[in-house]
Every structure is written in C-alpha cells, then in structure tokens.
C-alpha cells in the first residue's frame, strides 16, 4: 500500500519554463511534506518543506503548494534550468517530521533541455 | 562542514553472508536514520537510532539490526543476505532539538550487491 504516490516517473521541460512535479498521499495523518532532489551516485539533497497548517512556501525559484482536502501537493520550478535535471522525491511524515521517519514517492525525474 | 558519510560506497556480498555497512553522521546532528532505495523506487525507512537506541523502525525482518555509538556514528548490519537485499542504502542524520520539523541529511549511500 503506497502511501505516498507520484504517478509521473518523468517530466520533460524546457530550460527557462516551469517545472511542476506532482505528488499525492493517502495518509491523512501526515503533517509534514519535503521535496529531496537526486543526481546519480549522490544521496538525496532537502530542497524545500511545508507544514500541513500552510498552503505554500516558496524559496527561491522553488515552490511546493498543499491541498490538504485533495491530499495533492505539488513543486513548481521557475525558471528551469538544465542543472536542475534530476529525480525529485516527494516524502511526508508524521510528528512534524521530528520522528524522522519519511515515507517517500518512487521518484519523477526531470530533464530540463537547453 | 563534512556531511553525512557512508562506507563503503559498493560491495559485494554472496547469498546467505553477513554485511555492516557505517555510517558518520553530520556535524552536531545526534539522530541517524537508516534507508534502503531499491531499483525504481523511493527509499524506504528501515529504522532510526537516537541516544544509542532503536526509536523507530519499518517494515523490514529481524535480520536488518543496527547500533548507534557515543559519538552519534552508526551501523546497519544484514544477516543471511538475500538477492532481494540488493539495494542502495542510505543514512540520514538529523538533529533532535525536540521541535517540529527538522530536515534530514543524507549520505551518498552504500550500493550492495547479492550474488
């Protein structure tokens, strides 16, 4: 049972436009989201967070949106650019993340072409 | 500032030995947790050590332990080692301040391979 579920494996892009990676749970009981970005023989890098008592953070040129009645967030990219090419995990948790224990989405990877 | 480090980075291992991969945590960060990223999909949380004792764990059997010493390092050892158990492991580490929302930093990984 996947509790955290992001249906597109990949998304491509042209540098320059937006980026949106989508990302949608079933556990009602999380409270705490996080984007991680993944380049090839690197570990995952945090890129961005929300608690579930807000609908938007933005840093950046990153933006990650919570619809917690559709239990539906989703990463916004502006501009893209090509180093931003890579697999970008969603992951949530309970306990406000202090727990520790991510529950992450199989990944979508993201090639941004020039 | 080094970050999370992990080793090895790869190894080998045949069917029914044992393995210990290690694991340093970051800087200042007293929390390590544990991963396994199988081929295709996200990882996976397998447990979590904080003051040197198991707080959490996931889905994973008996043959998966761990052990976290004084200076905050720690082990993942596999017993009886299947083919399934190949994987890239992963450590994360994090600091406990009691507050919400702390994030997560990961090491490279360990790449095992069963054969």
């Known amino acids: 049972d996947q509790q955290v579920k992001q249906n597109s494996p990949s998304l491509s892009v042209q540098e320059g436009r937006i980026s949106i990676l989508n990302c949608d749970y079933t556990?009602?009981?999380?409270?705490?989201f996080l984007w991680y970005k993944k380049y090839p023989a690197e570990g995952p890098t945090f890129l961005i967070s929300?608690?579930?008592?807000?609908d938007k953070n933005e840093d950046g040129r990153f933006t990650v949106f919570l619809n917690k009645s559709a239990k539906h967030l989703s990463l916004h990219i502006v501009p893209s650019q090509p180093g931003d090419s890579a697999v970008y995990f969603c992951?949530?948790?309970?306990?406000?993340?202090?727990?520790?224990?991510?529950?992450f989405g199989k990944g979508t990877k993201l090639s941004v072409k020039p | 500032d080094a970050g999370v480090t992990q080793s090895p980075t790869h190894l080998i291992k045949t069917r029914g030995q044992q393995v210990t991969l290690r694991c340093s945590p970051k800087?200042?960060?007293?929390?390590v947790s544990w991963y396994q990223q199988a081929l295709g999909q996200g990882p996976q949380f397998i447990f979590q050590?904080?003051?040197?004792?198991?707080?959490q764990r996931g889905n994973f059997p008996d043959r998966f332990s761990g052990h976290q010493f004084p200076n905050y390092s720690s082990e993942l050892n596999v017993n009886a080692l299947l083919l399934g158990d190949s994987a890239l492991y992963l450590c994360?580490?994090?600091?406990?301040?009691?507050?919400?929302?702390?994030?997560?930093?990961f090491g490279q990984g360990t790449r095992l391979t069963v054969v």
């Open positions: 994360a580490s994090s600091l406990d301040t009691g507050r919400m929302n702390t994030e997560a930093f």
């Open positions: 556990n009602s009981m999380f409270d705490y």
């Open positions: 929300i608690s579930s008592i807000k």
């Open positions: 992951a949530a948790s309970r306990y406000g993340g202090s727990q520790g224990n991510l529950i």
């Open positions: 800087s200042g960060h007293d929390t």
């Open positions: 050590y904080y003051e040197e004792e198991e707080r």
